[in-house]
């Protein structure tokens, strides 16, 4: 199919106005703590600060890599880099453990730690973050603290006799107990998470125990955690890499929307559309960081992990991605959350560029609409957190909080526009 020229100008055009003038102005009008350093996350439907006392690691490592990756695109007069420094000034000071090593999972807003513990997944944060801001911007405390982190994880959390790694420890390094407590699973989240912190890592530096450590997680995603035949990510495993029920950690990542009793319905066979198309661009990204050869190799399981979730998540007659379903295909939740949205985005014009505009473009446009007609709370500035199908918010109505920053909805942005430049070629 031929594109539409002046179709991708008008997206083009909505995307650089809603980051220019609503997106980075609602972040930088009202997340820097000039009192207490990093940020306030905490913000409800009308962008006023809800008062919430805790900074998450997590929070303020996304915030970190969102100023900085935005900065780097050349975006914000030099004041998305002027937070990402503030960002690294209190994170450094308030949140790395001097003692043992490793960031903190969480503080209150003065910097007092509140939960010592070290979770894999903000510490892959942690890495992302750090070395995007050294890219960024040249200082190299960021690149620094990424690679002790780095360190931090092959000591620690490389588990050597199935591969991969634990993912959940107490502030001294020791494994949490089973369960609830997360030492006896791992994860897609993690996992994939972690190949884009090493994809970063190795950009970052050029260093091969960062390439080679970044291949080892890429192979183990696409041999343990992909289903076999739809190339789909499976939640939760045991350490083995037996397919385990998805049950939810008392050190919560996000807000799963888990049934009462703490474990999901469908818990064995779950997948999102939002991670499969997230895990196909971000691998797409890695081959062009790792070299040409990597991509001949990558390119068969990215499409099929982006088909997968073109046919199953994206909603024909409202537009926009539903949560999840069944591995085969279908729909269990027609619900749409915001990262999603924003993950499909940049997977679809990614399709486009790698494989051609048909049938991407016109997925891509179908969530594009959605975004911008239902998602975007344009007079405040950010995305709804959740909506119904039709595109009525649901459940929860917050602007942000500890895992709704701004990671997903600024790196859409500047990755939508970078691709939908690309296209106009």
């Known amino acids: 199919m031929a594109i539409d020229r002046d179709q991708v100008a008008g997206c083009l055009q ?53 100023m900085s990756t935005a900065h780097r695109a050349g975006y914000g007069n030099g004041q998305c880099a002027e937070f990402a420094r503030h960002g690294v000034e209190f994170v450094l000071k308030r949140l790395w453990d001097e003692k043992y090593g490793g960031f903190y999972w969480m503080a209150n807003r003065k910097g007092e730690i509140t939960i010592d513990k070290k979770i894999l997944y ?21 690149q620094q603290y990424a690679e002790k982190v780095f360190d931090l994880v092959k000591k620690h959390a490389a588990e050597t006799m199935y591969g991969g790694y634990y993912e959940m420890f107490e502030r001294n390094w020791d494994l949490c107990g089973p369960g609830p407590k997360g030492g006896d699973r791992k994860t897609l989240d993690v996992h994939m998470h972690l190949m884009e912190a090493f994809t970063n890592m190795y950009e970052c530096t050029k260093q091969e125990i960062h390439r080679r450590t970044l291949v080892e997680d890429i192979d183990l995603l696409l041999k343990r955690i992909l289903h076999k035949r739809y190339a789909t990510g499976i939640p939760q495993f045991t350490i083995d890499w037996k397919v385990a029920p998805q049950i939810k950690f008392d050190i919560v990542w996000g807000w799963d929307r888990f049934a009462e009793g703490g474990q999901k319905a469908h818990a064995e066979d779950n997948t999102s559309a939002g991670h499969n198309v997230e895990f196909a661009w971000l691998l797409a990204h890695a081959s062009d960081v790792l070299g040409a050869t990597y991509w001949d190799e990558y390119k068969k399981v990215i499409k099929k992990a982006m088909d ?73 500035g950010e995305w709804w957190p ?29 990755e939508c526009i970078k691709r939908l430049e690309k296209l106009l070629g």
Not at 122 to 142: I, K, N, V
Not at 330 to 358: H, N, S, T
């Open 14 to 66: 909505e995307c650089k106005t809603h980051l220019t003038t609503e997106l980075l102005p609602f972040w930088l009008k009202r997340a820097k703590d000039d009192k207490y350093g990093g940020f306030v996350t905490h913000f409800d439907k009308d962008g006023k600060d809800s008062g919430t006392d805790e900074k998450s690691m997590l929070g303020q490592m996304r915030f970190i890599f969102s």
């Open 122 to 142: 903000g510490l892959s944060f942690a890495m992302y973050g750090l070395s995007e801001y050294t890219m960024a911007t040249g200082d190299p405390r960021g």
């Open 386 to 414: 959740l909506l119904s199908r039709e595109g009525q918010p649901v459940h929860w109505t917050h602007m942000s909080h500890s895992w709704k920053v701004n990671y997903h909805t600024i790196r859409c942005m500047v």
């Open 308 to 380: 997968h979730g073109l046919k199953n998540g994206i909603d024909p007659e409202y537009g926009g991605v539903y949560t999840e379903g069944p591995h085969a295909g279908g729909v269990y939740d027609m619900e749409k959350e915001f990262w999603q949205q924003a993950e499909v985005m940049i997977g679809m014009l990614e399709g486009c560029l790698r494989f051609g505009p048909k049938p991407y473009w016109p997925a891509y446009l179908k969530v594009h609409r959605f975004v911008f007609d239902k998602m975007i709370n344009h007079p405040v």
